[in-house]
């Protein structure tokens, strides 16, 4: 039985597109997630960092059309990983292994721009002048 679970955020850094060793596409990214809390009479805001793993076709779009800050939402499966610190100590990890991923309008970034005119701005313009009517209907767009 596995643990499934969905998380949105925002990217923490570019993603970085690897490879397996069979030639697999991979990205490892970090998501972080606000949530508010109550200190004393003031609300702060906290970041909850997450790791997730996107592999193939997904990790490739993913490498095309986001950056740091844009929001995404993930589906997939919980997978704990072993690891030594820089000690020597033993660690263990629990990173999401993405079996789907959306984009997400999470509201104003890049200047005023909403994430979803962003991402787009990206389509058109991987279009190459195809009208944003065309664009939203062609096979060649990912999502």
Do not use: H
């Amino acid at each position: 039985m596995s643990a499934y679970a969905q998380i949105s955020g925002r990217l923490g850094s570019e993603p970085e597109l690897r490879f397996t060793n069979s030639g697999t596409p991979v990205i490892n990214l970090s998501i972080a997630n606000n949530r508010s809390v109550k200190v004393g009479e003031e609300r702060q805001s906290i970041a909850d960092w997450f790791k997730v793993t996107v592999f193939g076709r997904d990790a490739e779009v993913i490498t095309q059309y986001a950056k740091k800050g844009s929001a995404l939402a993930f589906n997939g499966r919980l997978q704990n990983e072993k690891y030594l610190d820089r000690d020597g100590v033993s660690r263990t990890s629990t990173i999401l292994v993405a079996s789907s991923f959306e984009f997400v309008p999470f509201g104003k970034r890049d200047g005023g721009k909403a994430n979803d005119e962003v991402r787009n701005e990206a389509c058109v313009n991987d279009g190459e002048g195809l009208d944003s009517a065309d664009a939203e209907t062609s096979d060649d767009i990912p999502f």
